[in-house]
């Protein structure tokens, strides 16, 4: 036998706190990452006995595959609901935005009206995009795989998101050098999960303080040898009780967001079997890890003995 601490010290401290406070654990659920960096464990502890100290039975659950089915039943009900949205509300509001276009070249309008125009028009094309994001999750392409080296991607994607962001590139950080690192995912996806994570960065977590950056890291989750990308900032973070609600759609706290970005980025890391996760930077602000499918398993998907494909 090896100390629980030495294997999971995560795992150690879920259990003390129950310890302290038995009841308190049906609200507050605590889950942590697997050794393979990219399963949520849920813990369940039960008491054997009445002695003391009682010895005390673990149960570890799996959260992956009930996460799983969860999100796709809301993209069922997504992809139900977007076919008559798009008919029923995308027209009139383009209509709306056009109509607005219109009247903001008026030469009678004065600025107070054309504020009034732009106002419109800015809600409108913000009514469209979140139109446009449901739309695209639920025609969701199949991902077109390609084998990659991540260092090369990540500079091209670096020059994209800062041209069109204005964001100075030396803020936002990436891996100089290091070990090569080759995944197997459709680039094009995961060009925009990266995007919605460095938006994110730069919407929620930045604010206006000069000195912040956007740092994007990459490696292999030791000991399952998975490669992963993280994006991480110093931001506020995600109040623990909000952790998992961030992924869900239409969950949003910022100034007029839609709610979808981390719920597409989430479906898209499935769809191209990684999983994407949040955890809270040490010292603050938040980490967004993306952990790619097993390397080892690209061969064995091909052969068709590997069931999970989708
Ligand atoms: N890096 C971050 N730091 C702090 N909070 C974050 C960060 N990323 C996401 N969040 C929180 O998670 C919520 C959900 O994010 P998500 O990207 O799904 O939606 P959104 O950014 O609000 O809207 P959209 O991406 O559709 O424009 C955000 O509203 C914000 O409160
Ligand atoms: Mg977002």
Same mark, same amino acid.
């Given at each position: 036998?090896?100390?629980?601490?030495?294997?999971?010290?995560?795992?150690?401290?879920?259990?003390?706190?129950?310890?302290?406070?038995?009841?308190? &654990?049906?609200?507050?659920?605590?889950?942590?990452?697997?050794?393979?960096?990219?399963?949520?464990?849920?813990?369940?502890?039960?008491?054997?006995?009445?002695?003391?100290?009682?010895?005390?039975?673990?149960?570890?659950?799996?959260?992956?595959?009930?996460?799983?089915?969860?999100?796709?039943?809301?993209? /069922?009900?997504? &992809?139900?609901?977007?076919?008559?949205?798009?008919?029923?509300?995308?027209?009139?509001?383009? /209509?709306?935005?056009?109509?607005?276009?219109?009247?903001?070249?008026?030469?009678?309008?004065?600025?107070?009206?054309?504020?009034?125009?732009?106002?419109?028009?800015?809600?409108?094309?913000?009514?469209?995009?979140?139109?446009?994001?449901?739309?695209?999750?639920?025609?969701?392409?199949?991902?077109?795989?390609?084998?990659?080296?991540?260092?090369?991607?990540?500079?091209? !994607?670096?020059?994209?998101?800062?041209?069109?962001?204005?964001?100075?590139?030396?803020?936002?950080?990436?891996?100089?050098?290091?070990?090569?690192?080759?995944?197997?995912?459709?680039?094009?996806?995961?060009?925009?999960?990266?995007?919605?994570?460095?938006?994110?960065?730069?919407?929620?977590?930045?604010?206006?303080?000069?000195?912040?950056?956007?740092?994007?890291?990459?490696?292999?989750?030791?000991?399952?040898?998975?490669?992963?990308?993280?994006?991480?900032?110093?931001?506020?973070?995600?109040?623990?009780?909000?952790?998992?609600?961030? !992924?869900?759609?239409?969950?949003?706290?910022?100034?007029?967001?839609? &709610?979808?970005?981390?719920?597409?980025?989430?479906?898209?890391?499935?769809?191209?079997?990684?999983?994407?996760?949040?955890?809270?930077?040490?010292?603050? &602000?938040?980490?967004?890890?993306?952990?790619?499918?097993?390397?080892?398993?690209?061969?064995?998907?091909?052969?068709?003995?590997?069931?999970?494909?989708?």
């Amino acid at each position: 036998g090896a100390l629980l601490g030495e294997v999971s010290p995560r795992l150690l401290y879920v259990l003390e706190t129950w310890r302290q406070n038995p009841d308190a &654990g049906r609200e507050a659920v605590q889950t942590f990452v697997a050794a393979d960096g990219a399963r949520v464990i849920r813990p369940h502890f039960a008491p054997l006995g009445a002695t003391q100290p009682a010895s005390i039975l673990v149960f570890l659950e799996d959260t992956s595959l009930l996460a799983e089915q969860v999100q796709q039943s809301k993209l /069922a009900a997504l &992809g139900r609901l977007s076919a008559s949205i798009a008919h029923e509300i995308r027209n009139p509001v383009g /209509a709306m935005s056009h109509a607005a276009q219109l009247l903001a070249e008026s030469p009678q309008l004065g600025p107070d009206d054309k504020r009034l125009t732009e106002i419109i028009r800015t809600n409108a094309d913000r009514v469209s995009t979140i139109i446009d994001n449901i739309l695209q999750l639920s025609r969701r392409e199949p991902a077109r795989f390609e084998r990659m080296s991540l260092q090369p991607w990540l500079e091209e !994607f670096r020059e994209e998101f800062c041209e069109t962001m204005q964001w100075p590139a030396e803020r936002l950080v990436i891996p100089a050098g290091g070990p090569e690192l080759e995944v197997r995912i459709d680039p094009s996806q995961l060009r925009q999960i990266v995007w919605n994570l460095c938006e994110n960065a730069l919407k929620h977590a930045l604010g206006d303080d000069a000195g912040q950056r956007i740092e994007i890291r990459c490696g292999r989750i030791t000991p399952s040898g998975r490669p992963y990308m993280e994006v991480a900032d110093r931001g506020p973070g995600i109040p623990p009780e909000q952790a998992e609600r961030i !992924f869900e759609p239409f969950f949003s706290r910022g100034r007029g967001g839609s &709610g979808l970005g981390l719920f597409l980025a989430r479906e898209l890391a499935q769809t191209n079997g990684a999983t994407l996760l949040y955890e809270p930077r040490p010292g603050g &602000g938040s980490i967004f890890r993306l952990v790619f499918a097993d390397p080892q398993r690209w061969e064995i998907r091909r052969s068709g003995t590997y069931a999970a494909d989708r």
